[in-house]
């Protein structure tokens, strides 16, 4: 017998998957009661466990900020402590300076975010999503199977959202993608050609610019690289009947997914902790 729980639950998904079918940003979460909920775009500040932060408060995220800020200011310190001695600065620190500093602009925009929804949400009556910011997927409830005049079974395969073209990763989960992988790569560009030059016995001079020239071209030909690869994918994710609109070329080079056999789309398959 199927519960009114389950009854709610089939017409929300429903709501949901008309309304994303009309155009609109919509986010299909659990409620921190359990039941499903279809929140509009603005009212879901950041998605914990899904790629992105693991916290899923807006002052958590703050903590992480400060965190990160005294980090950042620490590394300043490291970099210019050597010349207190008559010593060159530290240039090594600047990996933590540009990591704490990327992590803390981060963990700030995310927490505005999240406080911003955490308001909406409250002036619209909205529901508290969960704590883990997943969805619970299924299939809509089906009625008792008629017999044998039945001749094809209508129940659907158990992982069949995977194949759901519209349950897109959001764009802040894009954004963090691409982000990280920028601070890595940036990272990488200064690091390799600053402790290269060093052993050379190359000026002090040369060990600033070069690095930096270095990151910077690293950095551009990630950004070109993925612009690239995002209007490949736009292109087959519209020919899958999937609509990009409301994502740039550059996030959606971050996107991943698999195209079956049988030639439909298919998102990566959650791991446990999703």
Not at 183 to 209: D, E, H, K
Not at 234 to 263: C, E, M, W
């Amino acid at each position: 017998m199927i519960s009114d729980r389950h009854r709610r639950n089939d017409a929300v998904y429903a709501e949901h998957k008309a309304a994303v079918a009309a155009g609109e940003k919509r986010i299909l979460r659990n409620t921190s009661t359990g039941e499903l909920h279809s929140y509009p775009a603005d009212e879901i500040g950041f998605t914990p466990g899904s790629g992105q932060a693991q916290v899923s408060t807006w002052w958590g995220m703050g903590i992480l900020a400060v965190v990160a800020a005294v980090l950042t200011v620490f590394s300043v310190v490291l970099l210019l402590a050597p010349l207190g001695q008559g010593q060159s600065p530290m240039w090594g620190a600047l990996f933590l300076t540009a990591g704490g500093g990327a992590f803390t602009f981060y963990a700030v925009t995310l927490s505005r975010q999240e406080y911003r929804a955490m308001q909406l949400r409250k002036l619209r009556g909205s529901p508290k999503p969960n704590s883990t910011g997943r969805a619970d997927y299924w299939e809509p409830a089906q009625q008792p199977p008629k017999p044998p005049t039945v001749a094809k079974s209508n129940v659907k395969s158990p992982d069949y959202y995977l194949y759901d073209i519209n349950n897109r990763p959001s764009n802040g989960a894009l954004r963090f993608r691409a982000g990280l992988k920028v601070v890595i790569l940036g990272a990488l560009g200064y690091v390799i050609p600053l402790f290269s030059l060093r052993w050379l016995g190359l000026r002090q001079w040369a060990l600033v610019f070069i690095p930096l020239l270095c990151a910077a071209a690293l950095v551009w030909w990630f950004l070109r690289f993925m612009r690239r690869r995002g209007v490949q994918t736009k292109a087959k994710y519209r020919a899958h009947g999937g609509n990009p609109a409301g994502t740039s070329d550059l996030l959606f080079g971050q996107v991943t997914y698999k195209i079956t056999p049988d030639g439909r789309w298919k998102w990566p398959t959650p791991s446990s902790g999703d």
